[in-house]
């Protein structure tokens, strides 16, 4: 990835311009790619994402509106999550 164009990052399921542009950016900053190569050396090994998980909630949409007595919207919709 630290070296991807914008072309090959917009090929990858789910990238678009601006998450390209953002990855190109993380990588242009020298400490960033010095922390990503110290990780490394300390043994971290990047794995691809397992996906998203499939379940009775896989495609709706939940909408938090109105007043809750207990919760903060923000609340509710973490504990959504």
């Known amino acids: 990835m ?9 090929a990858l399921p789910d990238v ?3 998450v390209a542009q953002s990855v190109i950016e ?5 400490e960033n790619r010095v922390m990503i190569g110290r990780l490394l050396a300390a043994g971290v090994k990047p794995q691809e994402s397992a996906g998203k998980a499939e379940g009775v ?19 509710a919709e973490e504990l959504i999550r």
């Open 26 to 30: 993380f990588f242009s900053y020298e």
């Open 57 to 75: 909630f896989t495609g709706l949409s939940i909408v938090v509106t109105g007043t809750l007595p207990t919760l903060s919207r923000s609340d």
């Open 2 to 10: 630290q070296h991807a164009t914008i072309e090959e990052l917009t």
């Open 16 to 18: 678009g311009d601006i």
